[in-house]
Nanobody, 124 residues
Framework: QVQLVESGGGMVQAGGSLRLSCTTSGHTISTYGMAWFRQAPGKERDIVAT????????YYIDSVKGRFTISRDSAKNTVFLQMNSLKPEDTAIYYCAAAPFALGETTASRYNYWGQGTQVTVSS
């Protein structure tokens, strides 16, 4: 069982930055593709970014391209989401997800393991 724990959320003003972290304990993520999803109030949970289990490919939704960066440090069993130039529409609960040998899948159902989420609030 892979247990994921997110951290790094908070409240920032528009234009600010946050770095989200997703860590595991007792289990390596080196063979897991990882993703960040987000869910705004009253909306469905949507993909934000993915990174393949090899770390060689990434995917971003159009609205975050150039602003967000997903990365992984498998030695530390940690995945990051660096978020710059934040906008009020980025406000949501952000979830980390993992799937064995995933290569960048963007559908939530593909992911086997989920964190509890971390709140990101961007004020205008």
């Amino acid at each position: 069982q892979v247990q994921l724990v997110e951290s790094g959320g908070g409240m920032v003003q528009a234009g600010g930055s946050l770095r989200l972290s997703c860590t595991t304990s007792g289990h390596t993520i080196s063979t897991y593709g990882m993703a960040w999803f987000r869910q705004a109030p009253g909306k469905e949970r949507d993909i934000v970014a993915t990174i393949s289990w090899t770390g060689r490919s990434t995917y971003y939704i159009d609205s975050v391209k150039g602003r967000f960066t997903i990365s992984r440090d498998s030695a530390k069993n940690t995945v990051f989401l660096q978020m710059n130039s934040l906008k009020p529409e980025d406000t949501a609960i952000y979830y980390c997800a993992a799937a064995p040998f995933a290569l960048g899948e963007t559908t939530a159902s593909r992911y086997n393991y989920w964190g509890q989420g971390t709140q990101v609030t961007v004020s205008s």
